[in-house]
């Protein structure tokens, strides 16, 4: 009697004890990126930009550049026109990017010194541009989702701030050769999914360079970078981006988004 008493009373305390509950699986990969490619950016932007070069000796080259940017839908229009130094003045790239997976990006670049326009093609945009450490795919910021599968590796701090660490690999060879990366890494801010490091790894799988962003501030309610750098372990080579003056939805007019302007140049 008194073991049968017993057993009722475990039985009755298991009963009042909570379910174990499975753990709240996160976000899928695809979806944060899906996320910093849908986050608040404006209409439009203009702003201006220090590049500043630095080799392994420590030297350092400087340029300064104006860009504007222009949503279309979810398309997007760049143009980029360096301002100094006078050797590099009026050199400027124009980029098309298309939301749709389907369309391959339009990217041209001008040469004041050959007076030509360049016609940058898909094979080429794992080409670095003009000296930087940056790619011509990079330029674009948000890399292009569909060129890549997506996985959430799980969670890591990074300066203080709770990310999203997700990995993306190419979806297929010809895309890791036009890109120039085998995987990346992004660490993305929880609260804004906004990336504030990647990590890249060349074709061969060999680790190759860091992008890591310095400052981060919100201006007229958008999350803008002020400051980034790029470094490249393999040359032991850094670019770093400094932005100021920037301004949101101001009605920048479609002409300024031609291979006309990009000859014209900028003029204030």
């Not at 050959?114 to 541009?129: E, P, T």
Request: glycine share 6%.
């Amino acid at each position: 009697m008194a073991k049968n008493t017993l057993a009722i009373w475990i039985m009755a305390a298991a009963m009042m004890l909570p379910l174990a509950r499975p753990a709240m699986a996160g976000p899928t990969g695809l979806a944060i990126m899906q996320a910093v490619d849908n986050r608040e950016d404006g209409d439009d932007l203009t702003q201006t930009m220090t590049q500043t070069l630095i080799d392994r000796n420590g030297n350092r080259r400087v340029r300064h550049v104006v860009s504007f940017r222009k949503d279309y839908g979810k398309d997007k229009k760049l143009i980029t026109f360096f301002t100094e130094p006078a050797n590099i003045r009026d050199t400027a790239l124009l980029t098309f990017d298309y939301d749709d997976p389907g369309r391959d990006d339009d990217q041209w670049l001008y040469l004041p010194a050959l007076q030509k326009v360049r016609r940058i093609s898909a094979a080429d945009r794992g080409d670095y541009f003009m000296g930087t450490d940056f790619t011509f795919e990079d330029m674009k910021q948000t890399p292009e989702l569909s060129d890549y599968r997506w996985r959430l590796l799980g969670s890591e701090t990074i300066n203080g701030h709770d990310c999203w660490k997700v990995e993306g690999v190419p979806v297929s060879d010809a895309v890791m050769q036009e890109l120039g990366y085998s995987r990346m890494v992004q660490y993305v801010r929880k609260d804004n999914a906004f990336p504030i490091r990647v990590d890249y790894w060349d074709r061969a799988g060999r680790e190759l360079k860091h992008l890591r962003v310095l400052k981060l501030k919100k201006i007229q309610g958008i999350w803008s970078p002020l400051s980034i750098e790029m470094e490249n372990v393999q040359t032991n080579h850094k670019t770093v981006l400094d932005f100021a003056d920037q301004r949101y939805n101001t009605g920048l007019k479609d002409r300024l988004f031609t291979q006309r302007s990009l000859k014209r140049g900028y003029r204030r």
